[in-house]
């Protein structure tokens, strides 16, 4: 059964953009060969540590989402134990009703998109008229505010306030 998972780890600011890369391409080993699959990886770049790790008051912070099976968790942090440029590490299991949402939201952007450019691509392949102006889109006509405050009308559906009685002593 293969779940949401989000990996962040922080490597050591010394390490090359080529050592960084090789980390990276060495988890996606992992993850792939259990199975697993990267959804998105997300680089922060380096940043400023809470405490002095290894004498070390910056690193090079990485989050990773994926899908795996809790068995190939087990692989990729003995994985990332061993290594030496990783200065931490912390694997968490991602709550499922965000994931959904997250993936929705992804697939109704990517069809706007598709939608978009199939339109730009039909209404550059389809010569316009000059005689013809575009069509304007109807803008809904917006309720007025009123500046001087709530009408009586308006006021007769809100319930009166709470008196509170004074207390004797």
Known sequence: MKRDYEL????????SEEEAKAMLDRIERVVTSNDGQIVK????????LAYPIERHRDGLYT???MILTPESVIE???TL??????????????DAKIVQKEREERVEREEREAKAAALAAAN???PTPA???APVAEVAAEPAIDADGPTEEELADVPPAIEEEAIQA
């Open 76 to 78: 990729l942090e003995r």
């Open 63 to 65: 989050f990773i989402d």
């Open 8 to 15: 962040g780890f922080i490597l050591n600011p010394e390490v």
């Open 131 to 133: 005689a013809e102006p």
């Open 41 to 48: 990886v997300n680089q922060w770049g380096r940043r400023r």
């Open 81 to 94: 134990k061993v290594s030496e440029i990783v200065l931490r590490h912390m694997v968490r299991k991602r």
């Open 124 to 126: 550059a392949a389809a």
